[in-house]
């Protein structure tokens, strides 16, 4: 799940709603939102069936147009900064993609086409693909619908150009397709940070204090991993942390300590195996 190319070219509508679902810390799959918005392989998924899918998970479809490129453009800023992610009709309604922030001049797209699936593009590249044209009617237009949850969001991804660069690296392949589970984990580990939070440290941070020890112990009573496989699932998690701006409360940084010393071991013992102990 997360972050990979669509396998069916009519899946694009379902799999751009999840990845705006992921921004805000709502993981679902793309097959049941396929089943929800009523996705065919003949007709793929219009903005209707979006919409419902995106009501089912207490979310709405706000739609915004315009005929003019550079109005275009700032409504879609506008959405983008009040933390809603944009699904918009591209390649003349032939295809959904996902914007999800903005930055110095810059578009973190994802779409799900792409062997790459996250990219930064430029407003000139963004509105080449963004726009419809019917020249028999005369028509122009840029049409887009952001994605505004009907609840709290707690975790909200911030997704940089150069985090979304990042996440695309070949060594990241993994991070990338299991996003949802490392960021489950994550939740269930820390705490987003709000303006009330205090007395908490980063997860940077954290493994600052903490890797060393972690790494070290997990590796000796399993014996398998290796040092550098541990630290790669712990940068992993430092990422995502850093996307949903997470952190570790000062008095639970024990109890994070032995959590995250468990999933080490599950993954270890999930990787390589273990016979009974006792």
């Not at 509508?13 to 993981?27: C, I, W």
């Not at 409360?249 to 013992?269: F, G, H, N, Q, W």
Request: aromatic share 12%; net charge positive; with cysteine.
């Amino acid at each position: 799940m997360s972050f990979y190319p669509q396998p069916n070219k009519y899946q694009c509508g379902p799999f751009a709603l999840k990845y705006a679902l992921v921004m805000l810390g709502v993981f679902k799959d793309e097959d049941q939102i396929g089943i929800i918005a009523g996705s065919t392989w003949w007709a793929g998924t219009d903005e209707f069936g979006l919409a419902r899918a995106a009501r089912r998970f207490n979310c709405r479809m706000k739609h915004f147009q315009s005929s003019n490129p550079g109005d275009a453009r700032k409504l879609l800023i506008k959405n983008l900064q009040k933390g809603y992610p944009c699904i918009l009709s591209v390649n003349n309604w032939e295809h959904w993609n996902t914007v999800v922030s903005y930055s110095k001049g810059k578009f973190v797209v994802i779409d799900s086409e792409l062997d790459k699936v996250v990219s930064v593009v430029s407003a000139t590249q963004l509105l080449r693909n963004w726009k419809y044209s019917d020249k028999k009617a005369g028509i122009v237009s840029y049409d887009g619908y952001a994605i505004a949850p009907k609840f709290k969001v707690h975790t909200r991804a911030k997704f940089t150009p150069r985090k979304a660069i990042q996440l695309m690296y070949e060594k990241n392949e993994d991070l990338a397709r299991k996003w949802d589970q490392y960021t489950n984990d994550l939740i269930n580990i820390c705490k987003p940070r709000t303006k009330l939070s205090y007395n908490i440290i980063t997860f940077n941070e954290f493994l600052r204090r903490n890797q060393n020890h972690l790494v070290k112990r997990v590796a000796m009573w399993h014996g398998e991993p290796t040092y550098s496989e541990l630290k790669k699932i712990l940068s992993n998690m430092k990422f995502v942390a850093e996307v949903y701006d997470l952190v570790v409360p000062i008095d639970e940084e024990k109890r994070a300590v032995t959590d995250i010393a468990s999933i080490l071991m599950m993954y270890a013992c999930g990787k390589y195996g273990m016979t009974p102990i006792y």
